[in-house]
């Protein structure tokens, strides 16, 4: 992985695991993700128009295709981990996730795209997982679950973040498919796909307008933060699988899982932070050998 797509990786994960805290803290649903979505929309859309210009009337039905299909996963992905967030802890959550996710990403790249990996990446990808494991509570997960409470609260994170995982693996091959292959701008990839987002998170705010209305009022701040650092965060990533694997860039984006383990810790008060470091510089190590490999 050359110098340049290392350094958009790790800058896209430190404003990844920011926008997650945010949207931890906030505890929000569907309603809190329409709300971002129409923030994003109108943020980037100097952006998105200027990158559009050019480019839309050049493409067809696959490109469509392609970027409606991954709206829609993306749509499912964001509403999972908000409910994951509502149900367990991030620091048990977010790595679990961001753990399953990039290595289900690395197996399709792998068969689907193509791609081939060294033995040296092959470690690194090991290493990602080990850490994943130990930011995730480690032998902790047992000891936890002689108490009801909270082997109920594990069990909910270790799902919901399994889940979302996965549909991080779908939206990370789907969009990797589209810069690289079809040769796509990431920034209407993620621009074009959120405008896609839109009518698929309607119908939960139309069902309580007064719900949707209140959280406006109290969510608006969290939902423009996730507005503006989410697209920037993923566009990096999507410039960086234009310049190195997909089965290298997916993850090497698990370096957040250092910053979520400092500032989940710090600002949630979930504990187990030494643990959870440790998994973090096994996690750095891996990024590490990822980048040799």
Known sequence: MSATALGLVLF????????????????????????????????????????????LPHWGRLEWAVLLASAIVHVFYFTTLLRGYRLSDLTVVYPVAR?????????????????????????????????????????????????????????????????????????????????????LSPI??????????????????????????????TQWRAALVVAVLGPLGYVLVLYAMRLAPISHVAPAREVSMLFAALIGGRLLGEGDRTLRLLGAGCIAAGVGALALG
């Not at 309580?208 to 209140?214: I, M, S, W």
């Open 188 to 217: 209407l990839v993620d621009y074009v796909g959120n405008v896609f987002r839109l009518p698929f998170l309607l119908p939960a705010a139309l069902r309580d307008r007064r719900g949707f209305a209140e959280c406006c009022r």
């Open 12 to 55: 896209a994960a430190l404003l990844h695991a920011l926008w997650n805290v945010v949207a931890k803290r906030t505890g929000g649903d569907a309603r809190f993700a329409l709300i971002a979505a129409l923030f994003l929309v109108v943020v980037w859309a100097p952006l998105g128009v200027w990158a559009a210009w050019d480019a």
């Open 99 to 183: 753990g399953t996710g990039p290595l289900l990403a690395t197996l399709g790249a792998l068969v689907w795209l193509g791609e081939a990996m060294s033995a040296v990446a092959a470690c690194g990808v090991a290493g990602v997982a080990i850490g994943v494991f130990f930011v995730a509570g480690g032998p902790g997960l047992w000891a936890k679950a002689h108490d009801p409470w909270q082997r109920a609260r594990v069990r909910a994170g270790i799902g919901w973040g399994a889940a979302t995982g996965a549909l991080i693996a779908g939206y990370t091959l789907i969009d990797g498919y589209a810069v690289k292959v079809l040769l």
